[in-house]
């Protein structure tokens, strides 16, 4: 106690300067618009700087875990390499690396990305200059991430799979059975499988993957893994599914550019 009346014995005339600044500014900002824009302003630029610093620092310190991502990634595809090769002629590898691509994959940064709300939305630092359309796919080395919703010359946004209005075909790697993912507005961390009928023989711990069966993802893509499931809905299972994406971790993504996309939809588009 006596410290603390030490304190404001010795830095009175201080603490008295900056009562009365600080009421002078407000002051200043109640009685003109024109200065309380210039504070407003001056607010949001400071409020941006520092959210900027904050947002890099997280993304630093979540490096570690990144890099050691990206070394088993590496190791993984090195390993399907080494297989693949060992069983392909190398005259039909040459003939398959001179056919046109039918996937690419456009590197990308989040800039923006909302978890908590009941329609998420990402934003990325890529867009038409870059090659990247509406109903693109987006995946992680985590996995399934959404599909493009729209984008301009340098952005663009992304509908999750933890967004209300999200629904894909996927199926269950045991099986090959396929239904759709729709997420319900609950926790970023689990999504819902449905449409798979009762007769079917599932377990906990199942890997879901995309089915392949649209235009926008190719098959095989992990989506997550079957946490639990019921038989409340008749004859259909109720399946809670984790999703294998951390979206509170998601930093850098890929966006899929499908070059049959559009072949695709034209021809499902006549025959509909």
């Known amino acids: 106690m006596r410290t603390l009346l030490r304190f404001f014995q010795n830095y009175s005339d201080l603490l008295l300067f900056l009562l009365l600044e600080t009421i002078a500014i407000i002051f200043i900002v109640q009685g003109s618009s024109y200065q309380r824009s210039r504070i407003i302003g001056l607010n949001r630029q400071v409020s941006g700087y520092l959210f900027s610093k904050v ?9 570690r875990g990144a890099n050691q991502q990206l070394v088993n990634e590496n190791l993984e595809l090195r390993n399907r390499l080494d297989r693949i090769s060992g069983q392909m002629d190398s005259a039909i590898v040459i003939s398959k690396f001179t056919e046109p691509y039918h996937y690419f994959y456009v590197p990308s940064r989040i800039v923006h990305n909302s ?12 867009g038409k200059k870059q090659g990247v359309f509406k109903n693109m796919g987006v995946i992680s080395d985590q996995g399934l991430v959404g599909i493009v919703l729209e984008s301009s010359n340098n952005f663009s946004t ?5 967004n209300r209005d999200f629904r894909l075909s996927v199926k269950i790697k045991a099986n090959n059975y396929a239904g759709i993912l729709q997420w319900e507005g609950e926790s970023p961390l ?3 499988l449905t449409e798979i009928p009762f007769h079917l023989e599932i377990l906990q711990g ?3 993957l995309t089915s392949g069966f649209s235009s926008i993802f190719p098959e095989g893509i992990e989506v997550g893994t079957i946490e639990s499931f019921s038989l409340d809905k008749g004859n259909f299972y109720d399946i809670r599914v984790m999703l294998s994406t951390e979206f509170q971790r998601l930093f850098h993504v890929n966006v ?4 049959r996309q559009e072949e695709q939809q034209n021809l499902e588009a006549q025959t509909r």
């Open 55 to 63: 947002d890099g620092a997280r993304e630093y310190l979540s490096l």
């Open 115 to 126: 978890v908590f709300k009941q329609y998420n939305y990402i934003t990325l630092d890529k």
């Open 158 to 162: 992304v509908i999750p799979v933890i």
């Open 190 to 192: 689990y999504a819902i």
């Open 206 to 208: 199942d890997t879901i």
């Open 256 to 259: 899929i550019r499908n070059y």
